[in-house]
């Protein structure tokens, strides 16, 4: 429990100093518009998972790019700051849950459109076979 306890400090005061750089030091235009939106660590804290959007969908890859370029130089300034006993490595993985939500919530509104059209089919297949009670959907 207490291994699992550290792991959430440390992620969640490397999501802090990663979110503070970049918006104070980092000087990359492609880095400029990006959101860290979770950070996982592994249980050994060798690994820092950084998840990240975009607020243009279009810029993903130079954002990828800017990342990568900045990645050595954030875990230099990490290091520094959380003085750490060593500092993680640090992998920036696209956090595509955002994505995923979109994506749910246009199946759910495609469903809720669709459903007073299943309804008013069925009530006119009930009625059309002699049933007189109707039944609201």
């Known amino acids: ?32 518009a990006v959101t860290i939106t979770h950070v996982s660590m592994t249980a050994d804290l060798q690994l820092a998972r950084i998840y990240y959007t975009v607020l243009d969908p279009n810029s993903r ?45 246009k199946i759910f509104a495609k469903i809720e459109n669709e459903r007073p059209n299943m309804a008013q089919e069925l009530s006119t297949t009930i009625n059309d076979n002699g049933l007189e009670k109707e039944h609201d959907f």
């Open 1 to 32: 429990m207490a291994t699992s306890t550290r792991m959430e400090r440390v992620a969640e005061r490397v999501r802090i100093e990663i979110s503070t750089l970049l918006a104070r030091t980092i000087r990359d235009p492609a880095v400029s």
């Open 61 to 105: 890859q130079n954002t990828a790019r800017g990342l990568r370029r900045a990645k050595n130089y954030l875990r230099r300034l990490i290091g520094q700051r959380l003085q750490l006993r060593q500092v993680p490595e640090l992998r920036f993985v696209f956090d595509e849950t955002l994505d995923q939500q979109d994506r749910l919530q």
